[in-house]
């Protein structure tokens, strides 16, 4: 729990204008600043889910081993399993939320559709990850 709330308190910044209020954001700027800051907490939360997993992961490797540190199929383990598909979904997720972002390509609107996609697949994913352990 500590290391959770000092990841999101890494992510909390100084907003560039004293009256932002991410809680009542007015100009688009502004709101996109705030949905950045959403992001970052979001992407946050999931590194900390990523830790947890990883961890639990990494533990049913061991216990697939025989006593000569071979697993006991051929199948890659669970923990690179996890880590290869974290790895596509961050390129799924960049890509994937670049193209939403393009329904307003070049204008001030971009950021804020980027940022609240990347925020919502990041928060479905920590809760896939959370399900990888849950089973």
Partial sequence: MIVELLLLARVVTVAPHPDWNCNDPLAQQEMNYC???DYLAADAELNAQWSKTSAILKERDAQWM???GNVED???GFFQTALDAQRAWIIFRDA???S???YARGG???PLLVSTCKTKLT???TQQLQFLIEQ
């Fill in 35 to 37: 949905a950045h800051q």
């Fill in 66 to 68: 025989d006593g000569h």
């Fill in 74 to 76: 051929d199948k890659p």
């Fill in 96 to 98: 994937h939320c670049r």
């Fill in 100 to 102: 939403e972002g393009y």
């Fill in 108 to 110: 001030s609107l971009e």
């Fill in 123 to 125: 928060k479905d994913r």
